[in-house]
């Protein structure tokens, strides 16, 4: 059955009342809903309406409003990913479709038929498919032809999203669309040769593949990022320390976003045929001047990224032999980089609002007892739920080492048993030992565990790990099918759910190093090194950098200890040390 465009999202309904107290006595008066999907309705409706602190007849569920509060939501129900906020935004959608605000279910669940199924068929296995797949709902319901899509049919469907759907990155979706449909358009047989006109999303900076410029450009790129990897033992350009795969990547993308704000300047991608293009203190400034923010008068700390990152290949090509950038171009860089100057403030707002969480006495308590929650919750679950119950010990497992041992992300994930966990004569677990290898400085990791961790990991191993799926052929601690571990975001957003449902704040799993932190330079004013040695940092002006200004509170402590003997108006009977106190007379028996 197809269906026109302009009626897509509603059928024929049209609704003349959008608020959420509306919605519900649709709901109640119709059989659409069983009795405890009703009252799971009427139940988080309440809780949105206490969490926005308005009536539900205040609330209005078009899309457009929906998407501003969608983040109050998110942040009071442990996040974005999390399952309890899922459960809310789809029984809001669900009331929406209800009362025509939201695109209905048949669209949503549309099987692709005709052509359009013909199409589906041609897309290359591993091709992402985000938002394409979503498109060709839209448009076959609709009753267009694959060879009748337009840009003019585009616009319809991102009217559709911003009119009838939650989502809240439209804008990126449809940029996906357009680009997904031009490459296949490009390099799969049997597609129609239309094209989309390119629709960038620029807050997004996704920038131009390396395919759209010149050959030699592509080859010089790849030789760059090739030297810094140290892949060439001979190359006498290797750095003394070669760049970790991590890091490769992010100058990767941010090289090609350089040359993407290059582009969009002015410039033709044809044009730009070496990494020298990049580096003339004309473009130099051409590429940075866009982010110069005018409302701050300043620069952002990504500016300065970007400036040391063009710097560096500057300095790269001024040693090759016969390079087009001179001694005097790579001087006039160095001054434009000099006036990109960003203040350093340690860490972020965001993480400062997190810690100052842990002033209140009771959330420290809370946050370690967390694991101790979590097992609990496994023995409950062990009999009627092994599988869950295997995943709630690991959580336990996830959050206790983190708590103890705050390594970086990508390494706690990776944790092999057969690799990075050392055993006495007995084969009991004894000790924790990452390879310099494996870390993000080239400093290898090692900590004794304590006995309650041992015991804990020990236990998850024998009883719970080999009921989770992919434990039968792999040794890492967070095993996941074929093989692997589980995936960092993965991971973090159990550990972030675990934290927010049992200690009520909003913590990821990187920021357990900034709790760390926390609470040993508070404690005491000479502990940074310890702070340095725990977080792994290379050397003490990283922890410096980041975490110096904690000791703030361990020196007004040290202040207020030095003086307070002094302050009369502290305690009536205070006297200065330097004088005794007047005590009582003591009288001489010998008379």
């Not at 059989?31 to 309406?49: I, W």
């Not at 003394?240 to 090289?255: E, F, G, K, M, Y």
């Not at 110069?292 to 300043?298: F, N, T």
């Not at 946050?367 to 092994?386: C, Q, S, W």
Request: charged share 30%.
């Amino acid at each position: 059955m197809k269906h026109e465009i302009a009626t897509a999202a509603g059928g024929n309904t049209v609704a003349t009342e959008t608020s959420l107290a509306h919605a519900l006595k649709v709901a109640e008066a119709s059989d659409t809903f069983s009795e405890r999907r009703l009252s799971d309705l009427q139940a988080d409706a309440r809780q949105v309406s206490k969490l926005l602190g308005k009536a539900l007849e205040d609330i209005s569920l078009r899309p457009a409003e929906v998407r501003i509060f969608l983040p109050t939501i998110a942040d009071a129900t442990g996040g974005a990913h999390s399952k309890r906020y899922k459960n809310v935004r789809g029984n809001l959608k669900a009331l929406a479709q209800l009362i025509g605000l939201h695109e209905p279910r048949e669209l949503e669940r549309h099987t692709l038929t005709g052509p359009w199924l013909e199409l589906y068929e041609k897309i290359p296995s591993g091709f992402g498919r985000l938002g394409l797949v979503k498109a060709m709902r839209f448009f076959d319901w609709s009753g267009l032809a694959p060879e009748t899509v337009d840009d003019a049919a585009l616009d319809v469907f991102e009217k559709h999203l911003e009119e009838h759907t939650f989502n809240a990155e439209i804008r990126r979706l449809i940029w996906r669309v357009a680009d997904s449909w031009n490459r296949l358009a490009e390099n799969t047989p049997g597609w129609p040769g239309q094209r989309f006109e390119t629709r960038r999303d620029k807050t997004r900076h996704i920038a131009r593949p390396l395919t759209a410029y010149p050959e030699n450009f592509q080859q010089e790129f790849e030789d760059y990022f090739s030297c810094l990897s140290g892949s060439n033992p001979f190359d006498p350009q290797r750095p003394s320390r070669p760049l970790s795969p991590s890091t490769i990547t992010t100058r990767r993308q941010q090289l090609r976003q350089a040359a993407d704000a290059l582009v969009e300047s002015g410039r033709a991608p044809e044009t730009i045929t070496s990494l020298a293009d990049l580096v003339s203190p004309e473009a130099f400034r051409a590429i940075l001047r866009p982010r110069y923010d005018e409302k701050a008068r300043g620069w952002p700390t990504s500016a300065r990224h970007f400036g040391a990152l063009l710097y560096n290949v500057a300095r790269f090509l001024s040693n090759k032999p016969g390079s087009s950038v001179s001694a005097d171009q790579l001087s006039e860089l160095e001054q434009c980089l000099a006036t990109i100057k960003v203040p350093f403030g340690g860490v972020t707002e965001k993480t400062r609002k997190l810690l100052r969480q842990f002033d209140d006495p009771s959330i420290l308590p809370r946050y370690l007892a967390i694991p101790g929650l979590l097992v609990k919750e496994a023995r409950r679950l062990r009999d009627n739920t092994p599988v869950r119950a295997a995943q709630a010990n690991e959580t336990a497992v996830l959050v206790d080492l983190a708590q103890f041992i705050p390594l970086r992300r990508r390494n706690l994930v990776a944790l092999d048993m057969a690799r990075h966990f050392e055993r006495d004569a007995k084969g009991r677990i004894t000790a924790l030992v990452v390879d310099g290898a494996e870390t993000k400085n080239g400093r290898s990791y090692s900590a004794p565990l304590p006995s309650h961790l041992v015991k804990r990991l020990e236990h998850h191993l024998k009883k719970y790990r080999p009921r989770i799926d992919g434990a039968e052929t792999s040794t890492y601690l967070f095993p996941s099918p074929g093989g692997r571990h589980r995936g960092p975001e993965s991971l973090s957003r159990r550990f972030s759910a675990a934290v927010k449902r049992h200690a009520g704040i909003n913590m990821r799993l990187h920021d357990v190093r900034h709790v760390a932190a926390w609470f040993l330079m508070r404690d005491d004013l000479r502990n940074g090194p310890v702070v340095q040695q725990l977080l792994n940092h290379a050397s003490a002006k990283t922890t410096e950098r980041f975490y110096g200004d904690f000791r703030q509170a361990a020196a007004a402590r040290a202040y207020d200890k030095l003086i307070s003997p002094y302050r009369p108006d502290t305690d009536p009977k205070a006297t200065s040390p330097d004088k005794k106190a007047p005590g009582k007379k003591k009288t001489d028996r010998r008379r």
